[in-house]
C-alpha cells in the first residue's frame, strides 16, 4: 500500500486548528451540558409529577433519537429562527449540549439518589433547609461518586462531534474528508483522524483516572 506522509503534513495545521476546535466543542458541551443537565436532573425528581414530566419527556426525546438529527434540527431549524443564518460552530455547541444535558440529568440523578437518605435527614435536622443540605451535604458527596460518568459522557461527546462536521463545522473530521475529497485517499485522512480522536480520549481517561484516585485518597 502506498501510503502518503506528504499529504498528512500539509493538511497538518488544518487538522491542529480542527482538533481545538473540537477539544474547544465538547468542553463547550460537556460546561452547558452540566448546567442544563443538573436542573433537568432536580426537576425530574420533583415530587409532582405534573412538573416533573416535560424534565423527563426532555430526556426521552433527546436519549431517544440520533445525535445526527438532532445537528440537522438544530442547524436547520432552531440556528436560523434566532439569527436568520446557520452557522455550523453554533448548531454544534448547541445540539452537543442539549444531547449532553440529557444524559448529565441522569447521572446528576443516579448520583443524588445513591447518598443515603439519612444525610438529607440529619442535615435538615441541623436547621438547614433544602436547597443548603443539597448544596452543602448531598452534592458534594454524590459528585464523587459521579465523576467516572460524567468522564464516560465526556469521552463520547468527543466521538460524537465528528458528527458536526456535516454542517461544515471545521473539526477534525471536517478536514478528514477535506483531504480524501482533494487527493480520492482514504487510509491516510481517516487513520490519521482516528489516531487524533485515539489521543483525546487516551488523554482524558488518563486524566480522570488521577483524578478518581486523588479523591479517594481524600
Known sequence: MDFRFDIIIEYAPFLLKG???TIGLSLAGIIIGMVLGLGIGLGKMLNNKLLALPFKWYIIFFRGTPLFVQILIV???VVPLFTGETNGIAAGIIALSLNAAAYIAEIFRGGIQSI???QMEAA???GMNHVQAMTHVILPQ???RMIPPFGNEFIVLIKDSSLISVVA???IMYWGRAMSSQY???WEPYITVALIYLVLTLSLSFLLNLLERRLKTE
Open 184 to 186: 480520492y485517499r482514504v
Open 116 to 118: 443515603d437518605r439519612g
Open 142 to 144: 454524590a459528585i464523587k
Open 169 to 171: 463545522a471545521p473539526e
Open 124 to 126: 435538615r435536622s441541623l
Open 19 to 21: 482538533t481545538l476546535l
Open 75 to 77: 442547524h436547520f431549524g
